[in-house]
């Protein structure tokens, strides 16, 4: 799996994994903030929080066209900091007036900027890596490592984002409750009912602070509100950190991967043009418009993939149990998640290892993380309170825990010779995402819409599992589609186009999350059953469209 890779390979993942840890704290917290802060409708809510993730991925088109004139390493260090500026300027307490939407949006803007240039180039430069005869082969499976490396970022960031903001609401005398900020923002409107008007009353009582309990309604209200959207700025703080991290790693171990960051300009220039393959225009209009063809399938993935911090956390939090119990609190601890994925990797080394002592030492490194695992699971309350962001560590958990096992089955089909290409894989995502929407159909049934709820939550909450099982399903999904396909533009993509290509990826994911918005705007005019239907049925629609273009893509893309 790790053996025979080139060692720029790690310097450049670890990077991603720090940056990723620190964007993804703050995407698990992101809409919930919205709300909490300003009191957004879902739909309003959606729009911010879907043009903020089109921007994110729509800039590594500029970072790429910017990267293919000045050089990769130059853009991903720009980008680092320009991300950290917006970083702390989103973590700075405001008003929820109009300077604290313009300061949100300034940072969202420079989070953005500084993404696009790092996120694509950075990858890039791992795809150049195995531009090297010696490493090409090991290319798919190069990039599955590194997309694992980007989840473990993201799998402890919910969890970071969640102890922060307990953190600081325990130390205002307050504990979270899902429903406090929605009924909240009702009083201080005066739009509040009279029932709604009861249960925030019942849910002031339950705060730990006599002081808090003892407050006038209108008192509480704000009081709650500014203390959990000081929180959340707390959670956006911790990107700062992990961006101090990255760039101290990517430079200390840049040696290992200084030779690949130079682009077809740079490499002429350097009188090493020899070693860019030159395309014939056909060739590289053939190419092109294959690569766009994937893209525009991919747009219907990311449009569904990307509900995890909008409609998924807004069921999360409005129609699921806040609480967990009995077997399925083993999802909700991040450490129990961490020793149970590092298992998964000491597993199979007991099977890949040379020598009989490497495999015995694996195979007690195994037994004792699963013990570990099972000493933490013994130790939690039954049953375990749990926030909405939460389930936003499942898929990343997932990714993790089954990357070896999904190279280990592409690795035996390609001995055989039956490996699918990266094209069929992408198709095959498409049918699996719709599966994971199915699951959210069913545990819809019966549910009352976002409307009728009028900002309270489920009196019928539903069990954690249909959330867990549809990360699951998407996990499924992703890992057919989103590293492949990456692999797939490193290695089509013209020499003299690999930036722009890498970033026109992204802005087919940038498409995407911008139309992830549609389940928000249609969140409180439709059943609740009808916006996973909505989903389901446009990833069924994507994945035929990509078979029927699989005999152009093949055939343009043949080598």
């Not at 500084?114 to 791992?126: A, I, P, S």
């Amino acid at each position: 799996m790790f053996k025979g890779q080139p060692k720029g390979l790690f310097a450049l993942a670890l990077a991603n994994t720090g940056e990723r840890f620190g964007y993804y704290t703050m995407l698990a917290i992101f809409m919930l903030f919205l709300q909490a802060k300003f009191g957004w409708e879902q739909a309003l809510a959606s729009q911010v929080f879907s043009i903020f993730l089109a921007l994110v991925y729509f800039m590594p088109v500029v970072g790429g066209w910017l990267a293919d004139r000045i050089g990769f390493g130059k853009c991903v260090v720009t980008g680092i900091a320009v991300m950290f500026i917006g970083y702390v300027a989103l973590s700075i307490p405001t008003p929820a007036n109009t300077l604290g939407v313009s300061l949100m949006i300034g940072a969202l803007a420079l989070i953005s900027v500084g993404t696009g240039l790092f996120k694509g180039n950075l990858q890039v430069l791992v795809g150049n890596l195995y531009d090297d005869p010696k490493y090409s082969a090991k290319r798919d499976s190069a990039f599955s490592l590194f997309y694992m490396a980007i989840n473990i970022g993201a799998m402890f960031a919910p969890s970071a984002a969640t102890a922060i903001t307990n953190k600081f609401l325990a130390k205002a005398g307050l504990v979270y409750k899902a429903d406090i900020p929605a009924l909240a923002h009702q009083l201080i409107g005066n739009t509040i009912t009279p029932d709604n008007a009861s249960k925030l009353a019942d849910l002031q009582a339950m705060m730990p602070d006599a002081a808090v309990q003892a407050m006038d309604p209108v008192q509480f209200s704000q009081f709650y509100i500014d203390h959990l959207s000081s929180a959340y700025n707390m959670g956006f703080a911790v990107a700062c950190f992990s961006l101090i991290v990255s760039v101290a790693i990517y430079f200390s171990c840049r040696a290992w991967f200084k030779h690949a960051d130079v682009n077809a300009k740079q490499a002429a220039k350097a009188g090493n043009a020899a070693n860019v393959v030159e395309l014939t225009p056909k060739q590289t209009r053939e190419r092109v418009t294959a690569l766009v063809m994937v893209f525009a399938v991919v747009i219907f993935f990311w449009m569904a993939f990307h509900q995890n911090g909008q409609s998924l956390t807004w069921f999360a939090r409005d129609y699921t149990q806040s609480q967990a119990v009995g077997a399925t609190r083993f999802g909700f601890n991040i450490w129990i998640l961490a020793l149970v994925a590092a298992s998964i990797y000491t597993l199979f080394a007991v099977f890949q290892s040379e020598s009989k002592k490497s495999k015995i030492i694996c195979g007690v490194i195994t037994l004792a993380l699963w013990g570990g695992a099972v000493a933490i699971f013994m130790g939690l309350p039954n049953p375990l309170e749990i926030q909405p962001q939460l389930f936003q560590q499942f898929n990343p958990f997932y990714v993790v825990f089954l990357t070896p096992i999904s190279m280990a089955i592409f690795g035996a089909l390609a001995k055989k010779g039956k490996e699918p290409s990266a094209p069929v894989k992408i198709g095959l995502g498409m049918f699996v995402a719709a599966l994971g929407y199915l699951i959210m159909i069913f545990g819809s049934l019966g549910q009352q819409s976002p409307a009728q709820l009028g900002g309270t939550v489920s009196p019928d909450p539903v069990v954690p599992m249909y959330l867990i099982s549809t990360y699951l399903v998407l996990t499924f999904a992703e890992l057919l589609l989103s590293p492949m396909g990456i692999s797939f533009v490193s290695k089509v993509a013209p020499p003299k186009l690999k930036g722009l290509m890498m970033g026109l990826w992204f802005a087919s994911t940038a498409v995407g999350n911008y139309l992830s918005s549609i389940p928000g705007l249609l969140w409180k005019a439709v059943p609740l059953w009808a916006n996973w239907a909505i989903l389901m049925a446009l990833c069924v629609v994507a994945g035929l469209i990509m078979f029927a273009m699989m005999k152009r893509i093949n055939a343009a893309t043949a080598e």
